[in-house]
Structure formats: C-alpha cells, structure tokens
C-alpha cells in the first residue's frame, strides 16, 4: 500500500481555500446514448401549461398534485414561463405514487415539493438549449429553502439538467418526450418523478450506517480546522455544490488492516511466517476497535486529511480548486476520464481520479460507476477501481456515491 507519500500532499493548502466556496453553475459533456426522444409540433399558441396539464388525461395526477397546492392557476397565467419537468401517469406509478387517491392522502409538504420542484421559472429551456458540457447546467426551481448568507436574495434549490445528442435528463431521470410548446412555457415528460433533496450531505451521509468509518475519518481529518475550512461544516452547509465519494465500512477496514499489517512488519528487519501471522492478528484488531481507530494516533491527521481531499471532486477557479462541482453518475464519461479533487489544491500537477459510467445496453440509466485512484508514475492508474455500490444519493448541497475502496493518491 502506498500511503506514506500522502504526506507530502500539505493539507493547510488542501483545506486552505476551502473557506471561500462560493455557488457556481457547472456544466454539462459526454452523456450516453439513449433512445432518440420524439420532439412534437407545437402545440396552439392560445393554449397554456396550465390547461394542457387541465386537460390531457395523461396528466392526471400532476393535475391533482398541482391543484391541491395552489400551483395549477399560476401555470395557466400566460405571463408567466415556465420549463415543467413533468411527471405523466405512467412516470408517478413508477415512482410508486399509483392514483390520485395516493397524492391526496400524501402530507401536503411532500407535494408541494413535488410540483414546485418540476418547475423552472421564467425561460424555457427546450433541448437546443442545453450545452452539451460537463457535467451539467444548474438551474433554479420553484423551491425557496431559505436566503443567500449574509444577504436577503432567496435561495432556489436547484435541479441540473444534461445532455448528449438528442437525450436529456434532469439530475438522473431522463426525459422519455422533449419540448412539449406551450404558450408560457414547454413541458418536459419525464420517465419518473424528479424528487427534491430533503437533507445535506452532512446529514444524509451520517445516517448512513454504510459511512460510519467515513464520518469517523472526516472528524479526524478537521482536526485544528474551523468554520468553512472544515470538511464537515461544508458537508453541512446548503449552498455548496460538492461531489463526494464516500468509501464504505468495508473498505475503510481493508485500508485499517493494511495500515495495521504494514506497521508492524516494516518494524522487522528480516519478517518470517510466526512476524505474518502477528500482523495479521494486529491488522485483525485494528479492524475490531471500529471506527474510533481513526479518532486515535494510531494514525496521523496529516494521513486522514490527504485521503478525504482525495474523495472530494473539486475545479479549478481563480480561488484555486473548490468543491464546487455536482456530478451524477450520468454526467460521467463512457470513456476513462480524469476528475481532479481536493488534493489538488495542495499539488496543482495531481493528475486526480480516472473515473468511468457504463450504461446498459439501450438504457439511460448507468449500470457501473466506477474510479481508480493514481498508483504512481509507473502504472497511474493500474490499480483496481473502485466500484460504487449506491450512486446518486442526492442532498441540497450536493450528490456522493458510496465506493467499495479507499482511493489512494499514491
């Protein structure tokens, strides 16, 4: 295991910049191919979203879900536009919303979510509209959760549309029939409901009984930080924009044992069988103490913080890298293609992560995700990758996707 170089990766500068995250819209490049989507002839100029949705059966439950939270007359007025990101019937049954029995009975709160949510105000964005750059386009909806820090300016929560060629998606849904006219707006059909974030990454990552070891190794890594510079106040705070990738239980054991392993035998001159199997039984203990292992000595700060930099996508902006990127498993490439993260706030030259998005076949969904950490100038990146074993786990600041391995930047 090559660990040791991580300390030359300065963690001040990792952390460094850290405090000066600010919202930047990303963009969008190298989707998958999907199903060519059908583009319809414009509707009848007189006719506006609110009396399509009114009217077509097909729409029956948006209809419900839109007129029990008040938003069905505001898509009838014609002076204001809107992008919908619409739900039909066969979308809700397949988010598992049946009838409009079930919107009915649902807190009023998750609808309005819902509808609020599919909606974009004041443009439409048809396809043609939407560059084909990485990894996607930042867009408010119709979501207020709170104002911008330090000012009265409403914060939208956002949803983050892509595309490749004729195919379009909306975080990870793709759109099944694209620009629907109308006279205020253009309705996107889409092949399931595109739910809002509830929590932050901080939040949803730590309830996640897969991360224990993660959450343990963050508290490790801000040691001596404070305020923003910390990775965990970033996790927590709503307005950043972060992709995370978040090793789980098992791989952090397996990086703890051979932490363990390496430790002692590098302290025997000539290891014979009886020295392997005493750092195999140290290695077995050092897995037994659990997470706390990270919160001791046993390994340094300087170590955890050169890791975890690691596991944070970052761009290069006049501040230098930042956080500030939000890819799906979608917006990755078919094709390796380096991502760079955090350590290369620290080290510029990092050539950063091989990552890579495998579709099933005729599909639009991604069926493997998978990153390969830098194994050194000999074979870079000739290690095995890192599969993601839950992808897309969507939070208000940001996505992670849960990897089975600790990527290493050698």
Known sequence: ???????????????????????????????????????????????????????????????????????????????????????????????????????NALPISSVGGIVQFSMIPGEQWTSDKIPETFPNIQLPTSITIGVLPGTTIPLKMSVFLSKRGSNVWANTIPVVKADNKFRNGVIHVMAAVVSPASQVLRDAMYANPELAYFKAAIARADSGQSGLAKLDSLLGYGVTNMTVLAPNNAAFQTLIFGLAFQGYLSQVPNPTAMDTAIATATGNGAVAAGPAFLSTNNVSTALVKGLMAYHFLATNTPAGFQPNIRVFSNNFATTPTLVTTLVNAGVAVHPGILAQATFAPGSPFVATLTFTGYAGAAVPFGSAPAQAVQKDKFAINGVYHVIDKVLLPQ
Do not use: H
């Not at 007359?73 to 809107?82: C, G, I, R, Y």
């Not at 739900?87 to 409009?100: K, L, W």
């Open 1 to 103: 295991m090559k660990i040791n170089n991580l300390k030359k990766y300065k963690s001040a500068n990792i952390f460094l910049l850290l405090g000066a995250v600010v919202i930047l819209a990303s963009c969008n490049k190298d989707l998958p191919n999907a199903q060519p989507i059908p583009i319809p002839d414009s509707n009848p100029v007189g006719t506006s979203l609110g009396m399509e949705i009114s009217t077509n059966p097909d729409y029956s439950i948006y209809k419900a879900a839109a007129t029990r939270v008040g938003m069905l007359p505001l898509l009838m007025d014609s002076s204001k536009v809107f992008t919908i990101l619409l739900p039909n019937n066969a979308a809700f049954i397949a988010s598992g919303i049946p009838s409009v029995d079930v919107i």
